[in-house]
């Protein structure tokens, strides 16, 4: 956020970051299983990921750009060859020393795999800064997502969101947040199936119409821990039968340093998801939505080489169970690989 009206001169920052690992994929075909059948996605990988940051800072306002580029090949499953670029960018200018305005956009291309897309948004947002401990923002703007395996689930909406955050002092912080949009689809609503004998339900009207709320709060502690938990509610309430989904989350994260100038990153997550209707989602994107799994776990130890090169190790895991018709996805990624920065 903006520290509104305290910069004096121009100031101009930036950062490059990039990193290589071989992997083993115990699941690249992506593929759900139920209990009488397992995966056989097992397979090898080399993954690359560059990133690039920048901030203009002037008397009055602030540029920031982020740009990432990540890549993966497969040995055998080819077809699960993913290209992904990332990109944001956010301009604000102060109004005095407490208040800013400003323009942010956002873009994500997925290609290659099964589960293609583009993401896109933009938003304006005006913020309030009063000092270094209290930072609230409200955002108004667009977004559009593009499904390029399946065009009915294609969605445009106008979307709102706020933003709180509060540092009792250098060590701990909190924050909420919240976001609300209105998902237009191009596809007519499904209709509710007949139940007993009766006449069938008069079919609904229209295209298919979903709100997409999302609340939660976090906490993060910086110190010889690092340490972070976050809780996240949603729910996409569909005039669509069968689209109706209501989720919670859990995900907590910590760091610590060991002997021989290790370090230790660990994020884990908790979900639980209900389809009052059922499910009628296509497990592919349940997977996008769910950003590979309701529940994971990962662990990753880095030892530094030099100043800017690192060495790390580096396992995951990812899996979600579909209520109902019992489906389940299972995932597990061991890593080893060089991150650089710059």
């Known amino acids: 956020m903006l520290a509104a009206g305290r910069v004096s001169a121009a100031e101009w920052e930036g950062s490059l970051k990039g990193s290589s690992r071989l992997l083993v994929d115990t699941n690249a075909s992506r593929d759900f299983s139920d209990d009488s059948t397992s995966s056989s996605g097992l397979d090898q990988a080399v993954s690359l990921l560059g990133s690039a940051e920048g901030r203009a800072t002037f008397e009055r306002s602030q540029l920031v750009g982020r ?19 990332a990109g944001a960018l956010e301009g604000s200018l102060a109004l005095g020393s407490e208040w800013g305005l400003g323009l942010e956009g956002h873009a994500k291309d997925r290609r290659g795999g099964t589960r293609a897309y583009s993401d896109l948004g933009a938003s304006a947002f005006a913020e309030y800064a009063p000092d270094v401990r209290l930072a609230l923002r409200v955002r108004a703007g667009a977004r559009r997502f593009v499904y390029r395996p399946d065009a009915t689930a294609n969605f445009g909406a106008p979307e709102l969101g706020v933003l709180g955050r509060y540092r009792f002092d250098r060590r701990h912080s909190v924050s909420v947040f919240g976001d609300w949009g209105s998902r237009r689809y191009g596809t007519r609503p499904r209709s509710r199936p007949p139940v007993g004998p009766g006449p069938a339900p008069e079919p609904p009207q229209g295209r298919r119409e979903d709100g997409a709320l999302t609340a939660g709060a976090s906490y993060n502690y910086r110190g010889p821990l690092a340490l972070g938990l976050t809780y996240v509610y949603q729910e996409v309430s569909s005039n669509s039968f069968g689209e109706t989904v209501l989720r919670h989350r859990v995900t907590g994260n910590a760091g610590v340093r060991l002997p021989w100038r290790l370090t230790l990153l660990a994020q884990g997550s908790l979900g639980l998801s209900a389809y009052p209707d059922g499910i009628y989602l296509s497990p592919e994107i349940v997977l996008v939505e769910e950003d590979e799994g309701q529940n994971s776990l990962s662990l990753r130890l880095a030892r530094p080489v030099t100043a800017k090169l690192d060495v790390e190790l580096s396992w995951g895991l990812w899996s979600t169970r579909l209520p109902r018709n019992d489906l389940t996805y299972a995932r597990q990624v061991f890593g080893l690989g060089f991150t650089w920065r710059d």
């Open 67 to 85: 740009y990432e580029l990540g890549a993966r090949k497969y040995l055998g499953f080819s077809e699960e060859d993913t290209l992904v670029q």
